[in-house]
């Protein structure tokens, strides 16, 4: 079993249209939550992240994080083709301090 | 502020040969981690270094390799290269305090034939 996990896709959206990107981790323990962009030929930058179950919000961008069910998720309202990318989930371990899991990550393409 | 820098970019090797990449991080930054990212397996954690020490290290053999001068600056190596060795290798520098967010470098891609 992966320790972080999420659908490969590809995801399409409409553009305007809410895209919804899912993960789930296996560590109960996990403390930090983090979702990066990783665009064609680029490395990965950070979008946001989360540590307190709940939503976070930042700009188009909102976190969702339920502990309990061992999931988080990331909105992003009102796509934009800019927005095509792969969407990865980044997941720090209880006591690690830069051990980081990703998930395989989410493409994302925004259909104009 | 200059970002993450690595070197080289790109380079090509053939099997049983070994390789040097580096990557100096952002100034102030003393934590240096390193990913490997195929296709197949996505990003996965080779090790991460601190005021040069390893205080992580991932599942990997022990051809992979790596250290941290005391400038910040790290190196990793991997010897006697084998096909699946072939990937995006990022370095990624993350802030002393805070987020624990990580900052990449634009990667070296190493071809293995």
């Keep these: 079993q992966k320790e972080v996990e999420q659908n490969s896709g590809p995801l399409s959206v409409p553009e305007g249209a809410i895209a919804s990107l899912n993960c789930t981790y296996s560590d109960r323990g996990s403390q930090s939550f983090f979702w990066y962009r990783q665009y064609s030929g680029k490395s990965p930058e950070l979008i946001m992240f989360i540590y307190s179950n709940g939503d976070k919000e930042d700009g188009r961008f909102t976190a969702q994080l339920n502990k309990a069910s061992q999931y988080v998720s990331l909105l992003i309202r009102d796509s934009q083709p800019s927005d095509s990318a792969t969407y990865l989930c980044a997941v720090i371990h209880s006591g690690g301090y830069q051990k980081v899991t990703f998930g395989t990550g989410t493409k994302l393409q925004v259909i104009p | ?113």
């Design chain 2, 1 to 113: 502020k200059a970002g993450v820098t690595q070197t080289p970019r790109y380079l090509i090797k053939t099997r049983g040969q070994q390789v040097t990449l580096s990557c100096s991080p952002i100034s102030g930054h003393r934590s240096v981690s390193w990913y490997q990212q195929t296709p197949g397996q996505g990003l996965q954690f080779l090790f991460e270094y601190f005021s040069e020490t390893q205080r992580n290290k991932g599942n990997f053999p022990g051809r992979f390799s790596g250290r941290q001068f005391s400038n910040s600056r790290s190196e990793m190596n991997v010897s006697t290269l084998e096909l699946g060795d072939s990937a995006l290798y990022l370095c990624a520098s993350t802030q002393d305090s805070g987020a624990n967010v990580l900052t990449f470098g634009a990667g070296s891609r190493l071809t293995v034939l």
